[in-house]
């Protein structure tokens, strides 16, 4: 069933202080359905990352309401708006963010370990989301050992191992060249086909349009366009009409 999980509404944020203090975000109005993966594009500076890191738990705004998977993060803690983010997010970073002297399947197992999730069943599920990515025979590889596009492989079993309904990815393929940047936008569009999951990528790369089913546009902090992408599922007449051959 598709249902929204992230939603921002009339959603603020102010950065810095006194005569530096510059207003990122406007109003935004934005929600990441189940069962798709939808691009947020926009120029440096027009306030993408700081919206991502708005929907991820990792900034609060300074107006406006998040919800993630329907719950309110208004008010919450940080310990609580934490264990939000560790139980519905998933972050793909343009960096990878691996842990050098972790393995493969340690870097992913870290995810469920931080959720206090130790026992051999967390092993076994980091070594189903490796497997999900293609890595089965690299487990045991060091990062170092690793190709760019096979670490960020690794990123996104771990951003998957917690089964998290909302997958955010801040320029997954910037550091890729366009081989390995498209096997890994195929690789989040196959996820993002799953109904459990919604996917939101962050990117400046014209390249990935064709994978997605939405593209948003943001400018001066401000949402100013949205459109289908080629990736978007056909409405029941158009599926019919294909059917039918006309």
């Given at each position: 069933m598709i249902r929204p999980v992230l939603e921002a509404r009339g959603v603020a944020k102010f950065l810095g202080e006194g005569a530096g203090k510059v207003q990122a975000l406007k109003g935004v109005n934005l929600t990441l359905q189940s069962g798709e993966l939808a691009l947020l594009m926009g120029p440096s500076g027009s306030?993408?990352?700081t919206?991502?890191?708005?929907?991820?738990c990792i900034l609060t705004p300074s107006d406006g309401v998040v919800r993630v998977s329907g719950q309110p993060t208004t008010d919450l803690r940080p310990e609580e708006l934490a264990k939000l983010r560790r139980e519905h997010?998933?972050?793909v970073f343009q960096s990878y963010h691996l842990f050098p002297t972790l393995t493969a399947l340690d870097n992913v197992r870290l995810a469920l370990d931080v959720r206090g999730e130790r026992s051999g069943k967390a092993v076994n599920r980091a070594r189903e989301a490796l497997v999900r990515v293609g890595l089965a025979p690299r487990m045991h590889a060091y990062p170092r050992e690793l190709s760019g596009g096979e670490q960020q492989r690794v990123a996104i079993a771990r951003a998957l191992v917690g089964d998290a309904a909302a997958i955010l990815a801040d320029e997954p393929t910037a550091a890729l060249d366009g081989e390995n940047g498209s096997s890994i936008m195929a690789m989040l569009s196959e996820i993002a086909k799953d109904p459990r999951h919604g996917v939101l990528v962050v990117t400046h790369d014209p390249r990935i349009l064709p994978f997605a089913s939405r593209i948003?546009?943001?400018?001066?902090?401000?949402?100013?366009g949205e459109e289908a992408g080629v990736g978007a599922a056909p409405t029941p007449v158009a599926k019919a009409r294909s059917v039918a051959g006309t």
């Open positions: 306030g993408k990352t919206l991502l890191s708005i929907l991820g997010i998933g972050f948003i546009r943001i400018e001066d902090g401000l949402i100013v």
